[in-house]
């Protein structure tokens, strides 16, 4: 073969590292030490949606737009889904509940203090 047609089409040597902590990519440890360490704002506004598609018809009230901090929004969440008695997750900068609980949200959010659109 001539080095003219030779090119590396498959390696394990770099591919699948993220290039900032050097870790496989599925076990980045980047991303984790980014969301616990993020600082909470004196002010939150939390903005309220209901979501229903892609999720087969079933409806999910959505808070966004907190700050990304992993117990931050772990303690939150926890609070909510007492406040609403649902279930939920949270995702990224969100915390999802299951049905349409945006008044028992809404409530339970402006008794922290914070503001809240939609």
């Known amino acids: 073969m001539s080095q003219k047609n030779a090119r ?9 590292k993220c290039p900032t902590c050097g870790w496989p990519q599925r076990d980045c440890q980047c991303s984790h030490r980014y969301a616990a360490t ?7 506004v939390a903005k ?4 229903k ?15 990304e901090n992993a117990e931050f929004l772990k303690g939150l969440s926890q609070e909510l ?3 609403c008695g649902t279930g939920g997750t949270t995702a990224g900068d969100s915390i ?5 609980v945006r008044d028992r949200v809404r ?5 922290r203090g914070y503001t809240v659109k939609g």
């Open 53 to 67: 598609k892609g999720r087969g018809g079933k409806t999910v009230t959505v808070v966004y737009g907190l700050p």
């Open 38 to 44: 993020q600082p909470v704002p004196a002010r939150i």
């Open 8 to 16: 590396l089409v498959y390696s394990t040597e770099t591919a699948g």
């Open 81 to 83: 889904k007492r406040a």
């Open 96 to 100: 999802e509940l299951q049905g349409d």
């Open 48 to 51: 309220l949606r209901m979501e």
């Open 107 to 111: 409530e339970a959010l402006t008794k």
